[in-house]
């Protein structure tokens, strides 16, 4: 995990993966455990394709129950998009 903006009592986490390459939520375990560990509804990966954006489902991080789903999504942003709604 890049960044974890606290916003009040609200922590936010970002995962930053600026590659050609389609998303795979295995490469994401800090970000899943981080989510599991706080139960956070939320998480963002920052990455460099378009075809990617979206929302995901997040499976939990933790070894034996990697095929339970979280109460948490992650939403993929591509990196222009993101910029964008940061500095607004």
């Given at each position: 995990?890049?960044?974890?903006?606290?916003?009040?009592?609200?922590?936010?986490?970002?995962?930053?993966?600026y590659q050609?390459?389609?998303?795979?939520?295995?490469?994401?375990?800090?970000?899943?455990?981080?989510?599991?560990?706080?139960?956070?509804?939320?998480?963002?990966?920052?990455?460099?394709?378009?075809?990617?954006?979206?929302?995901?489902?997040?499976?939990?991080?933790?070894?034996?129950?990697?095929?339970?789903?979280?109460?948490?999504?992650?939403?993929?942003?591509?990196?222009?998009?993101?910029?964008?709604?940061?500095?607004?």
């Amino acid at each position: 995990m890049d960044l974890i903006a606290q916003l009040g009592e609200r922590l936010v986490p970002f995962e930053v993966k600026y590659q050609d390459a389609k998303l795979d939520l295995g490469k994401f375990k800090g970000l899943r455990l981080f989510l599991e560990n706080h139960e956070l509804e939320h998480g963002y990966i920052i990455n460099r394709r378009w075809e990617d954006f979206g929302l995901l489902d997040v499976p939990s991080a933790k070894p034996g129950r990697e095929r339970a789903l979280l109460n948490s999504r992650i939403l993929a942003i591509p990196a222009p998009l993101a910029c964008y709604w940061l500095s607004a």
